[in-house]
């Protein structure tokens, strides 16, 4: 039997809808378009949610491409970086290249933090800062409040697991969200979560080496990281930006009302006689289309109240006369 002579709601398996939805085997061009601008539309919409009023610009990232909501960087800072990074990338070679200690690697990105990023070395930087009896390498203070934490290994040594560990438990201990792990050549900027148990994410990793002080996408690495990004809570942004991309917020779009109402039309394109409801593509979707780690726990929670909480946002501004548009997008026929 071929699939679309399928003549009951049973006869559509969670496999088939993934190869025909998803793949497009269901509908013509312009119906697989409308499904990705469905999609795209929900997604903007969560963005909105998160934050306003910035561009988007993308950029490749070490691991995956990143994206990004910045605003543009004042040009009198983006030549603070641009300089900085001619200054400092032989300054940082020729330091792995020696195999320097932790304490002159220490010096050098404290240099970096004032010099490059913008800190006030003698007011903002301390290696003074104590947690559970045990000090952090820096604390980057701002304003007299605690920002956060940087754990500094030798130029020389590459960082690993047991490196990233340190550098979480030391923020985790003082309740900082914050916490940079670097040994001047690489940084790699993590965030805690603060729940039970204590997560961290991956936020962004920046090779010194590879940056371009031509290129914007060199300097935006930069001023996420900077005094006057992290004042405009830019580095937020970025990993709320992060957040938005993540594997649990792509399974909640997917889930989402709008979304579920839409494959639905188009399985019933496919068959006008099946008899199958909004639940059946849910738990469809979610016995074999979408993998079960990105449904279920905290992280996934948190992505449905964000999907679900943007999706009210759309319904107020529609409701309320404003044009459905960018902000969001009202629910798909049924095709009934």
């Not at 496999?15 to 539309?41: C, F, H, N, P, Y």
């Not at 000090?135 to 030798?154: P, R």
Request: proline share 2%; aromatic share 6%.
């Amino acid at each position: 039997m071929s699939f679309a002579e399928k003549q009951s709601d049973s006869d559509f398996s969670s496999g088939e809808i993934r190869g025909a939805v998803l793949t497009g085997q269901s509908s013509s061009k312009r119906e697989r378009d409308q499904l990705k601008d469905q999609i795209g539309s929900e997604i903007d919409r969560a963005k909105e949610a998160l934050r306003g009023g910035y561009a988007v610009r993308k950029f490749g990232g070490n691991t995956s491409t990143q994206l990004v909501l910045m605003a543009k960087i004042p040009s009198r800072i983006a030549s603070r970086l641009s300089e900085g990074i001619r200054r400092y990338q032989p300054i940082i070679a020729a330091a792995r290249a020696r195999d320097v200690g932790e304490a002159d690697t220490v010096t050098i990105v404290k240099d970096f933090l004032a010099d490059v990023l913008g800190y006030d070395k003698y007011s903002e930087l301390t290696s003074e800062h104590a947690i559970r009896g045990t000090f952090c390498d820096l604390a980057v203070k701002v304003d007299g409040t605690l920002g956060w934490l940087i754990e500094v290994k030798s130029a020389g040594l590459d960082l690993k697991e047991q490196h990233i560990k340190q550098a979480v438990d030391y923020a985790a201990n003082q309740g900082c969200e914050w916490v940079v792990l670097t040994n001047a050549c690489t940084w790699m900027i993590f965030r805690l979560s603060f729940a039970k148990p204590i997560e961290h994410s991956l936020i962004a990793t920046i090779e010194i080496a590879n940056l371009n002080p031509k290129k914007s996408d060199s300097l935006d690495l930069l001023w996420i990281l900077s005094r006057e990004g992290w004042k405009k809570s830019h580095l937020e942004s970025f990993a709320e930006e992060q957040e938005l991309l993540s594997k649990y917020t792509v399974a909640a779009v997917i889930q989402s009302d709008a979304i579920v109402t839409l494959i639905r039309r188009e399985l019933r394109r496919i068959n006008p006689n099946a008899r199958i409801d909004e639940e059946d593509v849910l738990a469809a979707l979610k016995s074999g289309v979408i993998r079960r780690e990105v449904v279920e726990g905290e992280q996934a929670d948190r992505a449905k109240k964000l999907v679900s909480r943007s999706a009210r946002k759309s319904l107020r501004e529609t409701a309320s006369g404003r044009p459905d548009g960018a902000e969001g997008i009202q629910s798909a026929p049924t095709g009934e």
